[in-house]
């Protein structure tokens, strides 16, 4: 095996340092201080009064610095999406190994950048067809079953959405719908997906993506990314960018969240939090049970206590209506009769003999007394 021989160093390598020193000096000697044209994009100031931003058009972009003795002199701010004009010098920096404008003196245009522009364009004609109407925004299931996660397969947004999901709900679906969300194919890739979910059985769905650049959002500033959204059939939760970021697609969704992570948080509920509730909930209900139950039984007793004491009454009053027909009975029996010294003839077959014509010579019958009864026979009739 041949062994690879390094150059010697001294003749045939140039360190690093020289490298960029060459570098340095090659840009900033080749163009000098020049005018440029561009759309001012993503401006930042910095607290000791420095200006960074960038500038770009259709095909390029490039980082600015201009310096707080600079900066002090321009009129009034500039907006981002602004089209301006730099005078600034190219500069290497071969600390960072960056290429940045040193920015001298910055003037204003009429006009606007392309994206600005575009993103103007893309919000009259999404107001026009009231797809910003509040109104339109769906709630969100309480619990689904599946969400559809439209992604980048490469990005940190697809393991933070799952990641969560898994610890809040790990039982809930999640299909993933590849989509590039970043680029000049990312408006296809991304409506693409988005016309998937007439197909999935997904009940909700969340648009992700980490923070990044105006630029690397701009596709979420699409009109067709937009409409393609407001055509779902199920609700959408946007999760693009940072907090900060605001892109059109965050107006059109049904729900924005700051991050994939929280649209996650917004989508499920966490199961700790929901087993704390259903315990709580049948501790509630137990209790509520045994008031009832108390309650019910009190209720018994009542109820019983006034049966009773119903019951007692009607006997009561039964018992005084029997006596009272007793009594009356009493005073029409044949007994009673009987006692104020009457007596009642009685053939053997039980017939009462109650006329004289009744009573034949040598006839035998009883003769029922008070107290008994006494054998008698007719001696004249």
Request: proline share 5%.
């Amino acid at each position: 095996m041949t062994q690879l021989q390094l150059p010697d160093t001294r003749q045939t390598a140039y360190s690093v340092s020289e490298v960029a020193e060459a570098l340095s000096q090659a840009i900033e000697n080749t163009l000098g201080q020049v005018w440029i044209k561009g759309e001012l994009r993503e401006l930042k100031k910095h607290r000791n009064g420095h200006w960074y931003f960038s500038l770009a058009d259709e095909k390029a972009q490039l980082r600015c610095v201009m310096w707080q003795s600079n900066a002090q002199r321009v009129k009034s701010e500039p907006a981002d999406g602004a089209e301006v004009f730099l005078l600034a010098r190219p500069t290497f920096w071969s600390g960072k190994g960056d290429l940045r404008l040193t920015a001298v003196t910055l003037l204003q245009s009429e006009g606007i950048g392309a994206q600005q522009l575009a993103y103007l364009k893309a919000r009259e004609a999404l107001t026009r067809d009231g797809l910003f109407d509040p109104a339109r925004k769906r709630a969100l299931p309480g619990l689904p079953q599946a969400i559809a996660l439209i992604t980048s397969l490469d990005g940190a947004a697809l393991g933070d959405m799952v990641s969560v999901a898994r610890r809040r709900w790990p039982s809930i679906r999640l299909l993933v719908l590849p989509a590039t969300v970043q680029g000049q194919r990312a408006e296809g890739s991304l409506v693409r997906a988005l016309a998937l979910l007439e197909r999935v059985p997904a009940d909700l769905c969340v648009i992700g993506r980490g923070g990044g650049a105006k630029d690397d959002l701009a596709v979420f500033n699409s009109e067709a990314v937009c409409r393609a959204a407001a055509r779902s059939p199920i609700p959408i939760i946007s999760a693009v960018g940072h907090e900060t970021d605001l892109s059109l697609l965050d107006e059109i969704a049904d729900r924005r969240a700051p991050t994939p992570s929280a649209a996650m948080e917004m989508a499920l509920p966490d199961r700790n939090e929901v087993a704390e509730r259903i315990g709580a909930l049948g501790i509630r209900l137990a209790a509520g049970l045994r008031r009832r139950t108390e309650l019910m039984r009190e209720r018994m007793h009542r109820s019983g206590d006034r049966l009773r004491h119903a019951m007692h009454d009607r006997l009561h009053t039964v018992r005084v209506r029997v006596d009272r027909l007793g009594a009356q009975l009493q005073i029409l029996s044949p007994l009673k009769t009987l006692e104020r010294g009457y007596a009642v003839p009685r053939r053997e077959d039980g017939t009462v003999l109650r006329r004289r014509d009744q009573f034949t010579p040598g006839d035998r019958f009883d003769l029922q007394v008070r107290d008994g009864v006494v054998a008698a026979r007719t001696e004249s009739p």
